[in-house]
Nanobody, 119 residues
């Protein structure tokens, strides 16, 4: 059974930090690159970070501020977000992605976790 459960979002002030977690079940996630996506109101979902076992990449808008990591033993992907800006406000999702930095059109998504950054 495929399942994605995101958590860790919240309301923070500009410059603050949050750590998101994504618990996944299903071997398809363990053996493929995983990414964090976000969708702001009125905008399309965008890929912000991707991770394989030993390689990561980021969107220019978050590079140097966000760090993705994964723990396959715990079936979890993390996103450490520092120096948050109001433009980071969005619902954040995890899911598969394609190297080097390509989003995938997928049928299944978790519920996401809301991140709101106040100015």
């Amino acid at each position: 059974q495929v399942q994605l459960v995101e958590s860790g979002g919240g309301l923070v002030q500009t410059g603050g930090s949050l750590r998101l977690s994504c618990a996944y079940s299903g071997s398809i996630f363990r053996v493929n690159p995983m990414g964090w996506y976000r969708q702001a109101p009125g905008k399309q979902r965008e890929l912000v970070a991707i991770s394989t076992v030993n390689w990561t990449n980021y969107a220019d808008s978050v590079k140097g501020r966000f760090t993705i990591s994964r723990d396959n033993a715990q079936n979890t992907v993390y996103l450490q977000m520092n120096m948050l800006k109001p433009e980071d406000t969005a619902v954040y999702y995890c899911n598969r992605a394609r190297m080097p930095f390509n989003p995938l059109v997928l049928d299944y998504w978790g519920q996401g976790t809301q991140v709101t950054v106040s100015s």
